[in-house]
């Protein structure tokens, strides 16, 4: 079983910057793909980015491809989403989520173990 804890959240203007980072426990955390979905009010879970169990392969949503960067360090547990030239758009409560397999998916059912989110919010 793997448990998730992001950070990093927080209150920023639009054009700046942020890092969030999940803390993972769990034995089989570095054989795992792990992702970033985010869920703005009112509306579904939406994918971000996913990371390979390697580090080796990455993937994003077309609305943040050039701005977001996700990685993980398998020595320290951990997966950051760096977050840069951020938009009002991007306002979401984002969560870290481990897949059941080590390959990049952007399927939502493929994500097994959730965090509980941390908020983002950009102001225009």
């Known amino acids: 079983q793997v448990q998730l804890v992001e950070s990093g959240g927080g209150l920023v203007q639009a054009g700046g910057s942020l890092r969030l980072s999940c803390a993972a426990s769990g034995r089989f955390f570095n054989r795992t793909a792990m992702g970033w979905f985010r869920q703005a009010p009112g509306k579904e879970r939406d994918f971000v980015a996913a990371?390979?169990?390697?580090?080796?392969?990455?993937y994003y949503a077309d609305s943040v491809k050039g701005r977001f960067t996700i990685s993980r360090d398998n020595a320290k547990n951990t997966v950051a989403l760096q977050m840069n030239s951020l938009k009002p758009e991007d306002t979401a409560l984002y969560y870290c989520?481990?897949?059941?397999?080590?390959?990049?998916?952007?399927?939502?059912?493929?994500?097994?173990?959730w965090g509980q989110g941390t908020q983002v919010t950009v102001s225009s």
């Open positions: 989520a481990a897949a059941n397999n080590p390959y990049l998916t952007t399927m939502f059912a493929d994500y097994d173990y």
């Open positions: 990371i390979t169990w390697s580090g080796g392969s990455t």
